[in-house]
């Protein structure tokens, strides 16, 4: 099989190895980043980058380490993607976003039990999720202390 040169970003499962291994790393090595992404919360953090070698890999890949971005315990991004490390972690931070919206939508608006194999049904069905999902973002921003909340909390709460 010959190498497609496929670049990808995920992230590294955590152990607690790896946790007291990035733990120890000393602070004047770990760069100071700003996310300029709107609506984030913790847009201020630190990372630090080194090079790995992974059990099945051929070629060192690259990891990023992120602390204080609002998880107690850091996390682990492998790449081999030549970006600069704040574009890898800008990039990383929105397709997560993306991908806690489709995981509600999925949880709540039982999105993955589509009512039939029709593409219309399917389309009619996505249509009336995403308009169930703007209303409860709506009603969200109308009450106090529920802005933020996902659909779910805010069923459950009213």
Same mark, same amino acid.
């Given at each position: 099989m010959q190498n497609e040169n496929i670049n990808f970003i995920t992230l590294r499962k955590r152990n607690?190895?790896?946790?007291?291994?990035?733990?120890?790393?000393?602070?004047?090595?770990?760069?100071?980043?700003?996310?300029?992404?709107p609506k984030r919360k913790y847009k201020n953090f630190y990372y630090n980058e080194s090079k790995i070698k #992974?059990?099945?890999c051929a070629k060192p890949i690259r990891q990023i380490i992120m602390k204080e971005h609002g998880r107690i315990e850091p996390t682990f991004i492998i790449t081999n993607s030549t970006l600069?490390?704040?574009k890898?972690?800008?990039?990383?931070?929105?397709?997560?976003?993306?991908? @806690?919206?489709?995981?509600? =939508?999925?949880?709540?608006f039982n999105l993955n039990a589509l009512n039939?194999?029709?593409?219309v049904r399917i389309h009619f069905d996505m249509i009336w999720t995403?308009?169930?999902?703007? #209303?409860?973002?709506?009603?969200? #921003?109308? =009450?106090?202390?529920f802005e933020k909340?996902?659909?779910?909390?805010? #069923?459950? @709460?009213l």
């Open positions: 607690k190895n790896l946790i007291k291994s990035a733990l120890s790393i000393p602070q004047k090595n770990w760069i100071p980043i700003h996310l300029p992404i #992974l059990k099945g600069k490390c704040e890898i972690i800008e990039v990383y931070a929105k397709r997560r976003h993306i991908e @806690n919206k489709i995981a509600e =939508l999925v949880s709540f039939s194999p029709l593409m995403m308009i169930a999902d703007t #209303l409860y973002r709506r009603l969200a #921003l109308d =009450l106090p202390r909340c996902k659909a779910g909390t805010i #069923l459950k @709460n």
